[in-house]
Structure formats: structure tokens, C-alpha cells
């Protein structure tokens, strides 16, 4: 037997996270739900409040089932909004959603990989990323293209759970995580691989002042981090200064 655990490379690891996003996509808005006990509505609702209030395009990265790009057109009728994600089977779902929606004009959902995105420089207002970062192993890559196609002056927004500062909190969450996530995202998604790689890739992200950090070392300015509910998940946002021309 191998003693030695395999270290995944990047290609390895964005085709298990496309693998498992596209098996676990008919139940994710559900297990979201249950397992975040709706604290997930919320904490989009707070992301949307941050958006520039003179936006009028903004690109949602990670979109997935589109839950983010629909409450940035529900609740900002000015706003045209693109979902992009590498995940069909997730756009899928996202596209059902919003076919009978009023607003569905201004939403649109393309295939693409955050890592080369299929728009030019400077193309938006706004950029957001909600519980996608993660997901990415190159995150400074990924932040980088999301400075390039936000016009100077705009604002990345970027969601994120992480492992909670306090002691207290940090056990309950750890132990959340470990234990229970597992077996309800297992049980109820038949896919207990994926329901043990969530937990491993939220307790191994980046401490918030770590991601500021990656935020401000991509070109962004007046970086900002606010804590949501205990601080297990955070909204951290940037202004870009000179975008494109950066990089
Ligand atoms: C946890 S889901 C978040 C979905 C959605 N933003 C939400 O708020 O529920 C993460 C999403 O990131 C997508 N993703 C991961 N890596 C990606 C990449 N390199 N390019 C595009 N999408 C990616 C996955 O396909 C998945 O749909």
C-alpha cells in the first residue's frame, strides 16, 4: 500500500471539483438550506447591500445554481447580471430557475472557467463570488482575471465561509463540520465523498486577513473584511484601481 497520500495538482483537482459539483447538483440548493439552517438567503442578501449603488453590470463567478445572480436582478431592477460556471449540470439548474422569473431579461448563465473568463477588459461594474474561491486552487489566478474584467472604480465581492476566530466557536463549527455536514450532506445527496470534501476545503481555507491579503496583492485597494453570523462566513470587498492595465 501506498503510505505516501497523493497530493492532487490543479488539473486533478478542478476535474474532482467539477465531477462532484455535477453529482451533487439536484440536490444543492436543498442541502444548503438544511445545512447552513437558511443562512445562506442571508448571507447573499448581505453581499448584494455592498454593491456600488450606480451598477449596472455585474459578473457572478461560481454562479452555480444561480441562487446570487438571481437576488442581485430581483433586488436592483438597474442591474443586467452574468452567471458563469464550468459546471453544466449546476447552469442547468440555475436556467430552470430563472426561465419563469420577470426579471429573467436581465439574467444569463455561460459556461466558463473563472480562471480564463471570456470577456474583455474592463467589461464590469461589479464582480461576485459567493462560497466559490475555495473551490479554486489557484485563488490569486482567480482573483487576478476577476480584476481584469472590472472597469477602474469597480468592486469585487467575494463570500466565503472560514473557520471562526473564537475558541468557543471554533469547536462547535470544527465538530459541525467533522460530524454532522458529512452525514446530512451524505445521506440526503447519496454522495458522502463530496459531503467530507466540503467540510476539508472550508476548515483548510484561508483566514480572512489571508485572503485581504491575496485581494490587495491582485491590485485592489480599500479592501474590507466583515464577519457574518459568528464569523463562519465573511464578505470581503475591494476596489479595483487600474484593472486590466495591471496585469
Ligand atoms: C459551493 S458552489 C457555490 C455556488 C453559488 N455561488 C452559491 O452561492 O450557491 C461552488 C461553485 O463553484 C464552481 N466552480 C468551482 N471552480 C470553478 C471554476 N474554476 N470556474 C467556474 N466555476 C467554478 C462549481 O462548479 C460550483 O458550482
Not at 33 to 62: F, G, N
Not at 74 to 102: C, H, W
Request: charged share 25%; glycine share 6%; with cysteine.
Amino acid at each position: 500500500m501506498n503510505r505516501f497520500k497523493h497530493r492532487m495538482n490543479e488539473k486533478e483537482i478542478k476535474n474532482r471539483v467539477r465531477k462532484m459539483f455535477g453529482a451533487i447538483s439536484p440536490r444543492y440548493d436543498l442541502l444548503n438550506r438544511i445545512m447552513s439552517m437558511r443562512r445562506d438567503v442571508y448571507w447573499r442578501r448581505e453581499i448584494v447591500k455592498h454593491l456600488p449603488v450606480d451598477s449596472r453590470t455585474v459578473l457572478d463567478i461560481a454562479t452555480g445554481t444561480g441562487d446570487l445572480a438571481i437576488e442581485i436582478a430581483r433586488r436592483s431592477p438597474e442591474i443586467s447580471v452574468y452567471g458563469i460556471d464550468f459546471v453544466p449540470e449546476m447552469l442547468n439548474i440555475a436556467r430552470q430557475k430563472t426561465k419563469n422569473l420577470d426579471y429573467k431579461r436581465r439574467i444569463e448563465y455561460l459556461l466558463n472557467d473563472a480562471m480564463h473568463l471570456s470577456f474583455a477588459d474592463d467589461s464590469f461594474d461589479a464582480v461576485t463570488i459567493a462560497f466559490g474561491i475555495r473551490n479554486i486552487p489557484d485563488r490569486l489566478g482567480a482573483i487576478k482575471e476577476m480584476v481584469r474584467v472590472v472597469r477602474p472604480g469597480g468592486k469585487i465581492l467575494v463570500l466565503e465561509m472560514t473557520y471562526p476566530g473564537s475558541t468557543g466557536m471554533r469547536r462547535f463549527f470544527k465538530l459541525y463540520l467533522n460530524r454532522i455536514m458529512p452525514w446530512i450532506g451524505g445521506l440526503i445527496s447519496c454522495n458522502f465523498k463530496a459531503y467530507r470534501y466540503l467540510p476539508d476545503s472550508i476548515l483548510g481555507f484561508l483566514h480572512p486577513d489571508e485572503l485581504s491579503s491575496l485581494m490587495t496583492k491582485a491590485g485592489m485597494e480599500h479592501v474590507c473584511a466583515y464577519p457574518l453570523t459568528f464569523g463562519i462566513t465573511y464578505i470581503h470587498e475591494g476596489i479595483v484601481m487600474n484593472g486590466s492595465s495591471l496585469h
